[in-house]
């Protein structure tokens, strides 16, 4: 028998790769009935740990801080990426609004980010802003 995803092949004349698909099953389905779905579907089962959609964590566990951290590195590391060069408090600002705030809007407006690890991120740009200014011995301070 044609597992399913080869009858949709052929219905919509789309070519799928059979090597990005993955399923995520509930702990509670059966060995039998695992197997089964696996094999009329004609795909292996995903790890629930590690796999992501679009750049986004595909589960998301209790310990939302971790699995949300490697938005907060990539950000910081295009951030460091700058550090050594001088750059002027607007230019800095660009920087800012331009990359530091992009980054984790997609996110953002998928999940509901915890307030704590949102206020980490802003640290971080304020950090980057400030830290340019200690130069000049004069430093700018953001208050809420």
Same mark, same amino acid.
């Given at each position: 028998m044609k597992?399913?995803?080869?009858?949709?092949?052929?219905?919509?004349?789309q070519k799928l790769n059979l090597l990005k698909f993955e399923a995520l099953l509930c702990n509670t389905t059966g060995q039998q009935d695992r197997r089964q779905i696996l094999d009329l579907l004609g795909i292996r089962e995903g790890l629930p740990s590690?796999?992501?959609?679009?750049?986004?964590?595909?589960?998301?566990?209790?310990n939302k801080k971790a699995d949300f951290n490697y938005i907060k590195d990539r950000l910081w590391k295009k951030l460091n990426s700058w550090r050594g060069r001088v750059l002027s408090g607007a230019r800095r600002e660009i920087m800012l609004k331009s990359v530091a705030q992009v980054v984790p809007n997609?996110?953002?407006?998928?999940?509901?980010?915890?307030?704590?690890?949102? #206020?980490?991120?802003?640290?971080? #740009?304020?950090?980057?802003?400030?830290?340019?200014?200690?130069? #000049?011995?004069k430093a700018i301070h953001w208050l809420s």
């Open positions: 597992n399913l995803l080869s009858l949709y092949e052929g219905a919509s004349s590690g796999s992501k959609y679009l750049g986004l964590p595909s589960l998301i566990g209790r997609y996110g953002m407006s998928i999940y509901l980010f915890l307030e704590s690890w949102v #206020d980490s991120l802003q640290k971080n #740009d304020e950090f980057f802003f400030c830290e340019g200014e200690k130069r #000049d011995s």
